[in-house]
């Protein structure tokens, strides 16, 4: 194995993201690293997720486009990083679906941008830095295509991605791949699970679920529900991240999740009783009643799972909090923090999610929640 180290210097791309910002409280808490949080502050992005470590003489925020060559060259030259954390990407797959070229400019050529100039900084070091430089782009299960009824996604699996994100994100794993098999750049990847806590977008599955269940709105549900996704609590993420960072084997791919599989169905039920708990006086009781059923999405992956016995056994992984512990502390910082979410909707625009055409056989009303 190689050896650990932890790195003084680390550069962030998407840390005013939801696991980006988990990903620099993580650093600035929990290990003595600088970091440079860069960020194109994107509609998706919010600088609250960084608050509680902003005024750390450790922390810098660098307002940045990752497809800006000479500006990113500028900041590593600067920075001197001995690593690089590469999470800023375009993330919601109904908005790939409905125009993916900002999908393939930041998520591919930004990837490509960033490894290029990495590639050019890490050969100007000297040759025990270029052993400590470490890049690691951050990936998603969804590469792996979807899963039927049983197995897991393992880390030697092919890629069938089938959303215009998941290609992106696919294409930018390649990317990350050729760099260290043709220019022995030393790369680490992450193939993570569906995440669930705190800054998390409201336009995402959990909080819609939050939001709309408190103010008694329906509960937009795909197809059947029955799609099944593996839910992984983000700190836990932030804590695998960076123990592939320090001490995952060069050049390997190490899959990230907790076993949590549940349908939607069931994560709306779950949901919805964690919300019956916490607002006994609710007129909405049972908020289960408001789960409402829509057109499903186009290219729908039924199954997605996560094998992580890799970095169980390799790295001793494991996650910190059960998830029926993070699911309440998850839906309670929701409630919270409604404001928040508003905010972050006013700057977003509308994704037609539940707008899909629905298929010449069906029929029914359609439901539009944002
Ligand atoms: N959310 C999940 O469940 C999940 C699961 C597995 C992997 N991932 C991956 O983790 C990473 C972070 O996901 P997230 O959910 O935090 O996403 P997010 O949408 O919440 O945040 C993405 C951040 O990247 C920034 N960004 C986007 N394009 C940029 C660009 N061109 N230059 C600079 N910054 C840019 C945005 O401003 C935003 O702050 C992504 O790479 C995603 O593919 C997410």
Redesign the pocket.
Known sequence: MTPSFEPERILV????????SAVVRHLIERTAASVVN?????Y??SLDGVAAVADDPRYRFER????DGPAITALLEAFRPEAVMH??????VDRSIVGARPFI??NIV?TFTLLDAAHRYWQGLSEPARQRFRFHH????EVYGSLGAEGLFREDDPYRPNSPYSAS?AAADHLVRAWHATYRLPVLITN????FGPY??PE?LLPVLVLNGAAGRPLPIYGTGGNVRDWLFVDDHAAALYAVLTRGRIGETYNIGASNERTNLEMARATCAVLDDLLPESPHRPHASLIHFVNDRPGHDLRYAIDATKLRTELGWRPAIAFDDALRRTVTWYLQHRDWCERALARAAPVPIWDFPRPAAASGQQTHVR
Do not use: M, P, R, Y
Not at 87 to 92: G, Q, Y
Not at 192 to 195: A, D, T
């Open positions: 791309t998407g840390g005013a993201g939801f696991i980006g860069v960020d194109k502050l994107t998706a992005a940045l486009d990752i497809v999470l800023a990407a375009e993330t919601h400019d930041s930004g951050v990936s998603t299960d994100k993570c699970s569906n995440n998390q977008h995402k």
